[in-house]
């Protein structure tokens, strides 16, 4: 089963690769023979994307490789650290378009040939808006925070391309040169905050932040559904790669032979590996 998820991780990240190679080749050469330069800055953001997927072929296989004498712990963390990367990558890419469309501004040239730089853009919104729902399907479904973090940054993409497609369109039918630089440095900003979030979620998980108070929760009632468990206490967690980590002080009769308490300590951890997947519960047995 890990093997299978893996296998599927990887095959995963590298459509992305596929999928942005073909995009920065296309808009780049569709911005630069039109002199669109709304179009040329979302080929530099394809071209961060294109990286960025690379970043997160590279980390997906590194975090599969099992614990060895260096990493008792395994590998998990270089998917935290890819997604990182990533978000940092975004921001410079958005700071690069605000760069090359400033001067645009006082210059403003009316690009050639719209109607074939509108149907670049279409066709990137709609190879990206599927890439996107594959890549965070499939991270949510292995826990792949490389592959999150690479879904939501061209779900981020499907919505820039949009809004670069309504600016062209404005363009044509108003003849407004402005507009091209304008919609570049929005597109600009978009991408900022989704860098920001990319970042946050980041840090967090690097810096061991705990689950959210509801996650808490949900653990807690798991643990307390679990026939001759009398409570628990010093609940503590963390994210670390695609695997949840928990530990915690379990309450048990003080009555009961330790057999029967590791049975009930053992059914807790099977209940908790069902609904969270690869975890690690630390598990310490306190009588009641």
């Excluded at 970042?199 to 689950?211: E, G, K, M, N, Q």
Aim: aromatic share 6%.
């Amino acid at each position: 089963m890990v093997q299978d998820e893996a296998v599927l991780k990887r095959r995963t990240a590298w459509l992305s690769v596929i999928s942005n190679t073909v995009l920065v080749i296309g808009k780049l050469s569709i911005g630069l023979l039109t002199g669109t330069v709304s179009l040329v800055s979302e080929a530099i953001h394809s071209g961060v994307d294109l990286l960025a997927a690379f970043i997160a072929c590279l980390a997906v296989r590194k975090a599969s490789l099992p614990p060895d004498k260096d990493h008792d712990y395994g590998h998990g963390k270089v998917e935290n650290v890819s997604a990182a990367f990533e978000s940092l990558l975004i921001i410079v890419a958005a700071l690069g378009i605000i760069y090359e469309s400033s001067g645009k501004f006082f210059a403003p040239q009316t690009p050639q040939s719209l109607d074939l730089a509108l149907a670049v853009m279409l066709g990137s919104s709609l190879i990206n808006a599927v890439v996107s729902a594959r890549l965070y399907h499939v991270g949510e479904k292995t826990g792949s925070e490389a592959l999150k973090a690479d879904g939501m940054h061209l779900r981020a993409d499907v919505w820039t391309s949009a809004a670069v497609m309504a600016g062209i369109f404005l363009m044509k039918i108003t003849g407004w040169a402005i507009l091209d630089p304008l919609i570049a440095c929005i597109v600009a900003v978009g991408i900022l905050r989704v860098g920001y979030k990319m970042c946050r979620r980041s840090y967090d998980d690097l810096t061991d932040a705990s689950l959210s108070d509801s996650e808490e929760k949900r653990i807690g009632s798991i643990i307390l559904e679990t026939p001759g468990v009398m409570g628990y206490h010093h609940l503590r967690t963390r994210i670390s790669g695609t695997e949840t980590m928990m530990d915690f002080h379990l309450e048990l009769d003080k009555g009961l032979p330790l057999i029967q308490a590791h049975a009930i300590s053992e059914k807790v951890e099977t209940a908790l590996h069902r609904e969270y997947g690869p975890c690690d519960p630390i598990i310490h047995l306190d009588p009641r």
